[in-house]
T-cell receptor
């Protein structure tokens, strides 16, 4: 079964601080996606990778956001500096090229005060 | 531009009855995929069912079926014999392309389903 570990599960930080969210796929995949969920905007794709290469980052809201995938087993989403409007649940999801399913991680709930 | 519309913010259904959650989509592509996800109060996103635009049969997965009407651009989710555990938010989503997972998902705003005993 496909699976995704995300850490931390909850993060509370002050405005202006750097935040790093982590995603660790625990099974084979070709694609990795970062989504953000808010009450106002719903679920939005931020960026996705294919074989560790960023393919589409058009959903990244601004330069404060950056994502990396140094290897197939690890990805990070960094916000620097963080702002209260970044408060959301951030999901990492993975998929195999031959599959029609995207498997979501449990999400990281970020609160920026 | 692609768009997914879920017009029902909330729905109630009695336990053991069937319920239909509406989803319409807009795309100029001929090849696309349609998905339904369940998000319980615990927050995780659970894949339920998939329909490809060229699939001739409606998709079914256990108690879930997708009523795909291509001409009307609708992809409604039908849950048969509702259970209390079905209470959750349900999201309809669409992806460019047919088969595989090469492109991003665009999500609707969701429908909150409450199953009453």
């Amino acid at each position: 079964d496909a699976g995704v570990i995300q850490s931390p599960r909850h993060e509370v930080t002050e405005m202006g601080q750097e935040v790093t969210l982590r995603c660790k796929p625990i099974s084979g995949h070709d694609y990795l996606f970062w989504y953000r969920q808010t009450m106002m905007r719903g679920l939005e794709l931020l960026i996705y990778f294919n074989n560790n290469v960023p393919i589409d980052d058009s959903g990244m809201p601004e330069d404060r956001f950056s994502a990396k995938m140094p290897n197939a087993s690890f990805s990070t989403l960094k916000i620097q500096p963080s702002e209260p409007r970044d408060s959301a649940v951030y999901f990492c999801a993975i998929a195999l090229g031959s599959s029609n399913e995207q498997y979501f991680g449990p999400g990281t709930r970020l609160t920026v005060t | 531009a692609q768009k997914i519309t879920q017009t029902q913010p909330g729905m109630f259904v009695q336990e053991k009855e069937a319920v239909t959650l509406d989803c319409t989509y807009d795309t100029s592509d001929q090849s696309y995929g349609l998905f339904w996800y369940k998000q319980p109060s615990s927050g995780e996103m659970i894949f339920l069912i998939y329909q490809g635009s060229y699939d001739e049969q409606n998709a079914t997965e256990g108690r879930y079926s997708l009523n795909f009407q291509k001409a009307r651009k609708s992809a409604n989710l039908v849950i048969s014999a509702s259970q209390l555990g079905d209470s959750a938010m349900y999201f309809c989503a669409m992806r460019d392309g047919y088969g595989g997972a090469t492109n991003k998902l665009i999500f609707g705003t969701g429908t909150l389903l409450a199953v009453q005993p």
